[in-house]
């Protein structure tokens, strides 16, 4: 598996049927899934048993694999916590990798992700004391990267300017009315940070539902979540798709081979923000 993969299958809000659509998007091409250690939103035992399946099925190995899990903070878990909620932010950090590995029945994962920083504007102590515990996970062997999401420029930058190690990546929504994240784009780009970009297609309505969007979609021959993901692949984003459904997982993953000219990727980029 290559350091970083080229599409991310996200397990968000998969609940039971986690472990059958993970195989299926193996089975379907994926070799990158996105999961995360919180069980409001994420099921991710379930998605360690659509990984053995897939294993005992001989599609894959785990070297094969990109894994990619993330520490929640408790603010944003419900009451089914993978950490002592009385231990430090440090064990806490400790604990969640390791009930994720379990999960996932590995020994490492591919990148660790602080799900969202502790406050919307700056970059806190709490912060600090994650990501250094973070960064311990990671040179004892047990995530290979680590990355950030949910983050405004200003925790980015405020990561710089103390001298913090800055991410491999940052995961963010991605709105073609902020530009498609232009400045954190830019600032990943400036950096050598690969900017993961989730909801592509739930996030912009306007764009995917907007006439011009279609025609241009059906010039193309492309179906307009392949023009997205390949718009966004242009721009040099690693996307994620949600998609529960076989058909849609095969043409978003058609749209690796897709090239935009260059000049409709411009248009793309202006065409909400
Ligand atoms: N870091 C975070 O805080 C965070 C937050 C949210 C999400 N995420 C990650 O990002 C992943 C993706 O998020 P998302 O589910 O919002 O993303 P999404 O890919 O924008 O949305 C998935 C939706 O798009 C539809 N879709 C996908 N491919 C399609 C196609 N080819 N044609 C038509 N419809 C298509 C799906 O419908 P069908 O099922 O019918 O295909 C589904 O309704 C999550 O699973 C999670 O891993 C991270």
């Given amino acids: 598996m290559p350091l970083v993969p080229t599409f991310l299958y996200g397990t968000a809000w998969k609940e039971e049927r986690s472990a059958a659509l993970t195989e299926l998007a193996i089975r379907c091409g994926f070799r990158a899934i996105d999961t995360a250690n919180q069980r409001r939103h994420y099921f991710e035992a379930g998605v360690g048993e659509g990984l053995a399946a897939a294993y005992r099925a001989g599609i894959v190995t785990r070297d094969d694999l990109f894994l990619q899990t993330k520490f929640t903070y408790q603010r944003g878990q419900d009451h089914r916590l ?33 799900h969202g920083p502790s406050s919307g504007y700056d970059w806190t102590d709490h912060d600090a004391e994650v990501w250094e515990a973070m960064r311990k996970e990671r040179d004892a062997g047990r995530t290979r990267l680590l990355g950030v999401s949910n983050v405004q420029l200003r ?71 392949q023009v997205v993901f390949s718009f966004a692949r242009a721009v040099g984003m690693l996307p994620l798709t949600g998609t529960t459904n076989a058909e849609h997982m095969k043409q978003d993953l058609a749209s690796r081979e897709l090239e935009l000219p260059p000049e409709l990727v411009q248009v793309i980029e202006a065409i909400a923000g």
């Avoid at 806490?92 to 992700?113: G, I, K, P, W």
């Avoid at 190690?165 to 690969?194: H, K, M, Y």
């Fill in 155 to 225: 925790h980015l930058e405020q990561m710089a300017d103390t001298g913090t190690e800055l991410p491999a990546f940052v995961q963010n929504r991605c709105f073609a009315r902020l530009g498609w994240d232009r400045e954190i784009r830019s600032f990943c780009r400036e950096r050598g940070i690969t900017y993961q970009g989730f909801s592509l297609l739930t996030a912009n309505p306007e764009v995917l539902q907007h006439p011009p969007f279609i025609d241009l979609a059906n010039q193309l021959g492309m179906a307009p979540a």
């Fill in 82 to 114: 993978p950490y002592d909620a009385a231990a430090t932010l440090a064990v806490q950090v400790a604990q969640s990798l390791a009930s994720s590995l379990e999960h996932l029945a590995t020994d490492r994962v591919d990148s660790f992700v602080l």
